[in-house]
């Protein structure tokens, strides 16, 4: 890592690496609480050093998980006013962005909670994958809104996310029945709406999810279950307007597999990809914090947000 980026930062790097902190939105939000960290503890001379320092940091951060769009989006949103001349104006910048950037967040998962929960009736059972933020703020509004929702909660082989959700569902007071992933079919017949979250929604309206989203959502379609993806635009992928593709990351097949198994087994090639494409067929709608959209036509919220094209703060 470079040497100018502050120890703490290089922490929350390595954390979310590791997925100490891990998920779309808390990621964004533990990137932008270190770009302003950066800031407030940097000491460069000049306002040259200061930028160059931030670019870096961002870089660091940047180069940790590949998919998660709200990463760079997050950077991108911290980062972009560094017109000032002067350390302590960068520097003030920097913090007021990062600020403003943490409480939109918060504020667009609680709108998007509300959007998502009208989706949701009384006694409907859900069905989730991998642990989302964003679509347990929908499940939350909708416990406020009086409403009983029970849930079925995939484990999410090989890291678990499931058994997070089943935590937070059972403070939520949500009944929980969990499951294993190859029994999801099997429970569908159960359920009202498969709902889970979006790590990059493309703009044809493809959404990125935690590997098994796609599978998941073929099955619910051929058994006639929703499927609803709780994803704030922070999640919009303004890269795939232009016609770039989503980097699927690949993680340590040792997640999947220890060495003394593999070794057992004849040392088979592993594969471990984290996340997969579920195409816009197979999602019946997108829940943001600016309503729902069908997938189709979310390309048209991403023109209003981004415009035609983004800059890349994190670039030499
Ligand atoms: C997390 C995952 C989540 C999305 C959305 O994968 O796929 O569904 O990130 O989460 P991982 P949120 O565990 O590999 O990070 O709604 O909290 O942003």
Redesign the pocket.
């Known amino acids: 890592m470079d040497d100018r980026v502050h120890s703490e930062v290089r922490r929350t790097a390595t954390e979310i690496d590791t997925?100490e902190i891990?998920?779309?939105?808390?990621?964004a939000d533990a990137a932008a609480r270190a770009l302003r960290t950066q800031a407030t503890e940097s000491d460069a001379a000049d306002a040259e050093a200061f930028r160059a320092e931030l670019r870096a940091t961002a870089r660091t951060l940047h180069e940790t998980?590949p998919t998660?769009v709200?990463l760079p989006n997050a950077l991108r949103y911290v980062l972009r006013d560094m017109s000032s001349t002067t350390v302590e104006g960068l520097r003030q910048n920097v913090v007021d962005s990062a600020d403003e950037f943490c409480a939109r967040l918060e504020r667009a998962q609680a709108d998007l909670g509300q959007v998502g929960a009208n989706r949701l009736r009384d006694g409907d059972t859900i069905m989730t994958?991998?642990?989302?933020?964003?679509?347990l703020a929908c499940v939350e509004a909708a416990v406020e809104q009086g409403k009983h929702i029970e849930a079925v909660v995939k484990e999410t082989r090989p890291?678990n996310?499931g058994h997070i959700t089943a935590k937070r569902l059972h403070e939520l007071g949500v009944p929980v029945t969990l499951i294993v992933d190859s029994a999801a079919r099997r429970y569908l017949n159960d359920v009202d709406h498969v709902l889970?979250?979006?790590?990059a929604v493309a703009a044809d309206g493809s959404v990125i999810?935690?590997i098994g989203t796609s599978g998941l959502a073929v099955n619910a379609r051929e058994r006639g279950s929703p499927i609803m993806v709780?994803?704030q635009t922070l999640?919009l992928h303004p890269g795939t307007m232009t016609g770039h593709t989503v980097d699927i990351e690949m993680r340590d097949t040792a997640e999947v597999v220890d060495d003394d198994t593999l070794a057992d087994l004849g040392t088979p090639t592993v594969k471990n990809p984290?996340?997969d494409v579920t195409p816009p067929r197979y999602v019946d709608a997108i829940v943001t914090e600016r309503g729902q959209f069908p997938p189709e036509s979310i390309v048209i919220l991403m023109r209003e947000l981004f415009g035609e094209g983004t800059s890349e703060p994190w670039a030499e």
């Open positions: 997925m891990r998920g779309a939105a808390t990621i998980r998660a709200s994958h991998c642990h989302s933020t964003d679509a890291r996310q889970v979250g979006a790590d999810n935690k709780a994803a999640k984290a996340f």
